[in-house]
């Protein structure tokens, strides 16, 4: 399947950072899109719907709605809520295995989930281990699917000018590298599986554009301001929950296991490394 003979391309969580990524990038190869939205009236959905996007009203409660949104579609992708709480994961794993019931039912030809960087391994994590769940539940399905997982994002750094200096802070050892994926770089991977553009190896993509230790993330920063810069490892007791902790505690495991960066780039070229982001997005302190 190529771009320019797509059909049309179904996305749901559309109106989310992820799924709008995957979005943009769609509408950049020309591909005709259909995000399914649960109120076609808010403002994000008609944001939509002025570049082009046909809208798909769908109650996840609702298989019929589901099933009918995604019928003579192409492709299918998805993201599921993040959850926070045990009862928010409950509510992910049930919204996501009736999204891959609703494709099965409307027989889509190839499903794209974003799921989370080391979604493949029961890792302890109950928001990690609920898009495991979902991985496993599309994968038996029988539908044709790709899973592209998502290392953290490198919009969420959040540096600070203090005293003429970039601070870095975060819950994680200074040794520890980093694994981090730009958002726009997640849609464009994703776009480029929907379309036929690219194949996942395996049937999954680990989505890292870098790797950084804290000081050396401090210092991409600091670069970028012409200030100098330094990073402070915070304990995990920071942090407000347990679920946070433990997502910290495991992205510091990931770091034991370099990844391969030339994997992200053989699908998609530009992929951004931190100081490419930095730069791209125009940060400044």
Excluded at 4 to 16: C, H, K, L, R, Y
Excluded at 55 to 62: F, G, I, K, P, Y
Excluded at 248 to 271: C, G, N, T, W
Aim: aromatic share 4%.
């Amino acid at each position: 399947m190529k771009s320019e003979d797509s059909g049309t391309i179904a996305v749901f969580g559309a109106t989310g950072r992820q799924g709008g990524a995957v979005v943009d990038a769609l509408l950049n190869h020309k591909a005709t899109v259909r995000a399914l939205v649960r109120d076609p009236r808010s403002d994000r959905a008609q944001a939509l719907a002025a570049r082009g996007v046909e809208l798909a009203a769908v109650r996840t409660d609702d298989p019929a709605s589901l099933a009918a949104a995604l019928t003579a579609v192409e492709a299918f992708s998805f993201m599921t809520p993040e959850a926070n709480t045990l009862e928010e994961v409950e509510t992910e794993i049930r919204i996501g295995t009736a999204l891959v019931d609703a494709a099965v039912a409307a027989r889509v030809p190839h499903v794209v989930f974003n799921s989370v960087f080391g979604a493949d391994r029961e890792r302890g994590v109950p928001n990690h281990d609920s898009k495991h769940a979902i991985e496993e539940y599309l994968r038996k399905s029988g539908l044709s699917a790709a899973m592209v997982r998502s290392a953290p994002f490198m919009e969420e750094l959040a540096p600070k000018l203090e005293h003429g200096e970039i601070v870095l802070r975060l819950p994680l050892p200074e040794d520890a590298a980093l694994k981090m994926i730009s958002v726009r770089d997640v849609g464009r991977v994703a776009a480029a599986l929907l379309l036929g553009i690219a194949e996942a190896p395996g049937g999954a993509v680990e989505l890292v554009g870098d790797e950084l230790t804290g000081p050396e993330i401090a210092a991409a920063f600091g670069a970028r301001a012409g200030l100098p810069a330094r990073y402070e490892a915070l304990p995990l007791s920071v942090l407000p929950t347990d679920l946070d902790r433990a997502v910290f505690r495991q992205f510091a495991k990931a770091a034991e296991h370099p990844s391969d960066l030339a994997v992200v780039r053989a699908i998609e070229p530009a992929a951004l490394d931190l100081a490419g982001w930095i730069r791209a997005t125009g940060w400044t302190r």
